[in-house]
């Protein structure tokens, strides 16, 4: 089970570095929030595979501590550009403004979507991937 689920964290590595890098295309320089929770998390998530692909434990337990502090971190900063959206709304239109934090709501939102599946994988198999690793 544990070659999965680090299949699993590369995939989610390679989600978070594409995401980083389609933020700064998308809202240029405002980004770069985005772009160093992607690539941060990105390389972790590539690393934590890396090493549980080889049954380290300690790969497990740092794909599950990322994936559960980018859950937090990304469920934070979507809500915070959800009312950055309403308060958008109410004023007179801006359009590339509004357009911009836009896509970085959605863009936050599918990552805390992602973050948030493989938090939920990597518990629901902890003990097992715990058993068959050292």
Not at 100 to 115: K, S
Request: aromatic residues 12%; charged residues 10%.
């Amino acid at each position: 089970m544990y070659k999965n689920l680090s299949y699993l964290y590369a995939f989610f590595g390679f989600f978070m570095l594409a995401c980083g890098v389609v933020a700064v295309d998308l809202a240029g320089e405002q980004a770069n929030t985005a772009l160093f929770t992607g690539a941060a998390g990105g390389l972790l998530g590539l690393t934590a595979g890396h090493f549980l692909n080889r049954g380290k434990r300690w790969g497990f337990m740092l794909g599950t501590l990322e994936a559960g502090l980018l859950t937090l971190l990304l469920g934070w900063r979507a809500a915070t550009y959800f009312l950055r959206l309403l308060g958008m709304m109410q004023q007179p239109q801006n359009t590339a403004s509004t357009e911009t934090a836009g896509m970085a709501f959605l863009l936050t939102t599918a990552m805390l979507v992602i973050a948030l599946l493989t938090f939920t994988v990597s518990v629901m198999f902890g003990k097992q991937v715990l058993r068959e690793t050292k």
